[in-house]
């Protein structure tokens, strides 16, 4: 098979990064540009980035040269991991001039033609691309917070009905893109605020878990209260959940349920999609960020220490990696799961 030519704007960034680590070795999208702000336009990729991730960066991609993020890309797949401050217009000039977008910037996550898609979640809400008035189209990843937390709350959604949420996060450094918080500020420290992540973890489930009526998605009706915080951690978010729900389930039927939880990216087998959603444990020291982050190639959230609990019903621990299922690893299985149900002939007809 030719492999699809794909582009990613804020190539230099920390999502940027794992981006190019993840398109490596992807079996169906081929990494073709590189793009980023001025500052780094015209320089080769590997002057051009402060490569951070774990494995060596290929040759093949850090002689790229870094372009502009503009439509004379080639690619007619991008892939964003843009700063926020910018994402809006460029990935709005990127669908009017043709190009699909999967973006993991805020920007565009709530404008009611645009899906906001954690594929094993709500994989129909893809239906909403069909509305865009674009040539293109921008299709969105949730905050990374957000995309941990409503997979392990997916089946628990579906079975038994959730009418409140308590959420307090302990967010790893890398959550805040490169270079991040200063070492002095975190180093021996926690941070208790994250600008607008409470916002965005109190608004992006009721989206992502509601129902698409025809052409709009009508929000779930759940009450949710977070809290973020920032932890000297380096990947891999950490978040205690409390819930009550509709119907009444014991932990027993709930770990149950959670273990054998599966959906449609592992019923098409897609490329980027693990065996397991979610990888329950039993230990009562489990989930933690270093040991667990990297369940599932990064794609698997990790739950633990579900119990009953004296004000909601139960509470829990998920731990989910932020840069790949909470940002690169995401987006590239929305952009799977839109290849194989025919989106990108659709839309590039
Ligand atoms: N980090 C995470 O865990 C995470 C998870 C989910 C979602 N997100 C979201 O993903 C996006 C990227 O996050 P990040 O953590 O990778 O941020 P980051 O490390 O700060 O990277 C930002 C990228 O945007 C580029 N950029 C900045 N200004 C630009 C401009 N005027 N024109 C074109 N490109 C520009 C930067 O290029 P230069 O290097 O050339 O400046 C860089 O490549 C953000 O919207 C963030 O909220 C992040």
Same mark, same amino acid.
């Given at each position: 098979m030719n492999k699809i030519k794909v582009a990613v704007l804020g190539a230099t960034g920390s999502v940027g990064q794992k981006f190019i680590e993840l398109l490596s070795?992807?079996?169906?999208?081929?990494?073709?540009e590189v793009a980023a702000s001025g500052r780094s336009a015209g320089k080769l990729y590997k002057d051009a980035t402060n490569w951070i991730m774990q494995s060596r960066l290929n040759d093949k991609y850090g002689n790229m040269l870094v372009k502009n993020c503009?439509?004379?890309?080639?690619?007619k797949i991008v892939f964003s991991g843009l700063d926020a401050g910018v994402a809006g217009q460029i990935e709005s000039g990127f669908a009017e001039a043709g190009y699909i977008v999967i973006s993991n910037? &805020?920007?565009? &996550?709530? =404008?009611? =033609?645009?899906p906001l898609i954690i594929p094993e979640v709500?994989?129909?809400?893809?239906?909403?691309?069909?509305?865009?008035?674009?040539k293109g189209c921008i299709v969105t990843n949730p905050n990374c917070s957000t995309i941990g937390l409503v997979l392990a709350l997916k089946p628990i959604q579906d079975l038994f009905g959730i009418e409140s949420i308590n959420v307090v996060t302990l967010q790893a450094i890398s959550g805040g893109g490169y270079?991040?918080?200063p070492s002095m500020d975190i180093l021996d420290n926690a941070i208790p605020f994250i600008s607008g992540e409470e916002e965005k973890m109190e608004s992006e489930p009721l989206k992502i878990l509601g129902s698409l009526n025809g052409k709009t998605v009508s929000n779930a009706e759940i009450k949710i209260s977070a809290q973020c915080n920032r932890i000297a951690v380096n990947d891999g978010h950490m978040e205690c959940v409390q819930l009550k729900m509709k119907k009444n389930a014991d932990a027993y039927e709930l770990k149950k349920i959670l273990r054998e939880f599966k959906s449609l990216p592992q019923e098409l087998k897609l490329?980027?999609?693990?065996? /397991?959603?979610i990888m329950y444990f039993d230990? =009562?020291? /489990?989930?933690q960020p270093k040991i667990h982050r990297n369940e599932g190639k990064g794609m698997s959230v990790s739950v633990g220490r579900l119990r009953e609990d004296s004000l909601f019903d139960i509470k829990f621990v998920v731990l989910s990696h932020n840069t790949i299922r909470g940002a690169a690893g995401g987006t590239l299985l929305i952009a799977e799961l839109m290849k194989e149900q025919g989106y990108f002939e659709k839309v590039l007809a």
């Open positions: 070795d992807h079996p169906w999208f081929e990494l073709h503009d439509t004379k890309l080639e690619s910037a &805020r920007n565009h &996550r709530f =404008d009611p =033609d645009v709500n994989p129909d809400h893809l239906k909403l691309v069909e509305t865009q008035k674009t270079p991040g918080v490329p980027s999609a693990p065996e /397991y959603p230990e =009562d020291n /489990y989930p």
